[in-house]
């Protein structure tokens, strides 16, 4: 079981990207899933988090810019970021927290998952 983002690249400030993540196999139940990033010599950061119950949340740097949005049930999510600025700039990974099995859920013992990062460059 593996999660796999998709979606970065180079755009131009004041552009926008879509980021994709999904699991590749399934779990038996999503918590959250999330997206984080990580600019060179800086520490990993939340950018958005969706739950199971369909609650979002962002950081304050990129609320009214990016958008969080998907379906624990099916086990995927989006990234929309719009009015991209250099600040941007950066490596962003996909999270995933779950309960792995039917055992898990009813031992109540979460699994933490990471996709392998995109890379997203905000640059003229």
């Known amino acids: 079981v593996q999660l796999q983002a998709s979606g970065g690249g180079l755009v131009q400030p004041g552009g926008f990207l879509r980021l994709s993540c999904a699991f590749s196999?399934?779990?038996?139940?999503?918590?959250?899933m999330s997206w984080y990033r990580q600019a060179p010599g800086k520490q990993r950061e939340l950018v958005a988090r969706?739950?199971?119950?369909?609650?979002?949340d962002s950081s304050d740097s990129v609320r009214g810019r990016f958008s969080i949005s998907g379906n624990t049930a099916d086990q995927v999510v989006f990234l929309q970021m719009d009015a991209l600025e250099p600040e941007d700039t950066a490596v962003y990974y996909c999270?995933?927290?779950?309960?792995?099995?039917?055992?898990?859920?009813?031992?109540?013992?979460?699994?933490?998952?990471w996709g392998q990062g995109t890379q997203v460059t905000v640059s003229s």
């Open positions: 969706i739950t199971s119950d369909g609650t979002t």
């Open positions: 999270n995933s927290q779950v309960y792995y099995s039917l055992y898990d859920y009813r031992k109540r013992r979460r699994n933490d998952y």
């Open positions: 196999g399934g779990v038996y139940r999503v918590i959250t």
